[in-house]
């Protein structure tokens, strides 16, 4: 399946809301890898919170990285990763940002066809939408987190965590070059940490790319503080709507506007529902693509037979075990939901949500990535460390086909992403090595290539 599996960069790791988070330019040859830097990976006394690119000629024999810093010393935050753009005038765009820690969306635009030298950075500052006066550090509803750069008829829109911690966007004419505020797409009262967590997809990564519409997932909240069911909804035609096409209302409303909550958008999956025997807790978030066939899949984590709800422990190493599952968007606007695989305990003590996760194959939405300690070809025995395996279902999810990419591994593997651009290719990249926070991670990137 992979020709080549190399190291490409030495130090770095990366959350998974922001999108794209690697992209192939399938002209030139290349993949840009965006990641972060951790003080506890190499050379971390010089480049932790480093924003990096990594350039990988995916032809090279081994693959090898180059690394471009973006900002650095920037913060050492896996939510920092930055968001990539291939622009139409064979300019890259890079967009990052601090996790909460200002109010602030940065961005840097490289020379023509050269995504290891870059301009400028520039910035937006958010502080006007927030009421307009500068609040201290971690001031509850303020703060900026997590850029995805999608197109929509066009134009240009980053969707970030901002105002209120709600889903808001920036928008932009001229293919990244200047921004503006756009609008909140949604909102409602806060509880406990932020509000929604959003994965977001276009057609734009397709070989006959499509701007037409911008599909969503979304929780109410953190899992941690709410019974979180999963919802989706799409814009397209200056209109948010439900999966079925029926209309909640305009795009572009301002703070001050009345704006949808969550709960007017279609229910994908809900909190407390049974699947193979199993209740399906507290859901959040993991990956939606827009297939070839114009299919819209996505997939998420629940936790699985939690009796403790809301009482689970901030920190536990008591085991909360969850599993993957997976929507297929269904004609006339439902979802068919099924599960894919047990993905063993939480990743971290302090995080009761967090999994290895899993990504879909941009080409092959039957296809996806999985990162987990429990095997999937039967029996659930423990793989001893999280191990990626690649899946494939002929029968719309019923059943798996499952292929090793990694195996009898000394340190794990985690958040692969299935990188998008090349149709005639499959680019696989993954972090691996030892993960304590998303501060603090010894990590190295890893880029796996090979034909279809």
């Not at 997809?201 to 941690?224: F, N, Q």
């Not at 439900?242 to 209302?249: H, L, M, Q, W």
Request: proline share 6%; net charge negative; aromatic share 8%.
């Amino acid at each position: 399946m992979f020709e080549r599996i190399d190291v490409v960069n030495a130090n770095g790791g990366w959350c998974w809301f922001q999108d794209e988070r690697s992209l192939v330019d399938p002209v030139a040859g290349i993949a840009v890898i965006g990641s972060v830097a951790s003080p506890m990976g190499a050379d971390g006394d010089t480049r932790a919170g480093d924003v990096e690119v990594t350039v990988v000629d995916l032809d090279s024999r081994p693959l090898a990285g180059q690394q471009s810093v973006l900002h650095a010393g920037f913060e050492f935050d896996d939510h920092d990763d930055p968001a990539l753009w291939r622009r139409a005038d064979g300019r890259w765009l890079a967009v990052y940002s601090r996790h909460k820690s200002d109010e602030y969306t940065f961005w840097r635009i490289s020379e023509p066809g050269d995504p290891s030298r870059w301009g400028p950075e520039q910035s937006y500052l958010w502080t006007p939408q927030f009421g307009g006066e500068p609040a201290p550090k971690g001031t509850p509803g303020r703060g900026v987190t997590y850029q995805n750069v999608h197109q929509l008829d066009g134009r240009l829109y980053c969707f970030a965590r901002a105002v209120n911690d709600d889903p808001c966007y920036l928008v932009s004419e001229d293919d990244g070059s200047t921004w503006s505020f756009g609008g909140r797409l949604l909102t409602r009262e806060k509880i406990g940490y932020v509000n929604g967590y959003a994965r977001y997809a276009s057609g734009a990564h397709l070989a006959e790319p499509d701007d037409a519409r911008i599909d969503v997932i979304i929780t109410e909240h953190h899992p941690r503080d709410f019974p979180t069911s999963i919802w989706h909804g799409y814009l397209a035609d200056g209109a948010l709507h439900r999966s079925d096409g029926s209309v909640i209302g305009p795009v572009g409303r301002d703070i001050d506007d009345e704006t949808p909550r969550a709960e007017d958008l279609t229910q994908v999956f809900a909190n407390g529902a049974v699947v193979d025997g199993q209740r399906m807790t507290h859901c959040w978030t993991t990956d939606i693509r827009r297939g070839v066939d114009g299919r819209v899949v996505a997939l998420f984590t629940a936790r699985t037979d939690d009796d403790l709800g809301l009482d689970v422990p901030r920190s536990t190493t008591d085991p909360l075990p969850h599993a993957l599952l997976r929507g297929v968007l269904a004609p006339g606007g439902s979802w068919e939901v099924r599960k894919v695989a047990d993905v063993g305990p939480q990743l971290l003590a302090h995080e009761t949500d967090y999994t290895g996760l899993a990504s879909i194959d941009p080409d092959d939405v039957d296809s996806l990535y999985l990162s987990t300690p429990v095997d999937p070809r039967g029996g659930g025995s423990d793989l001893g460390v999280h191990e990626i395996l690649h899946g494939r279902t002929d029968d719309g999810g019923a059943g798996w086909t499952w292929t090793p990419i990694t195996s009898g591994s000394t340190v794990s593997s985690y958040r692969p992403i299935a990188v998008p651009g090349d149709p005639s290719r499959r680019v696989l990249t993954w972090f691996r090595g030892e993960m304590e926070s998303s501060q603090r991670y010894a990590c190295e990137v890893v880029l796996a290539v090979g034909k279809r």
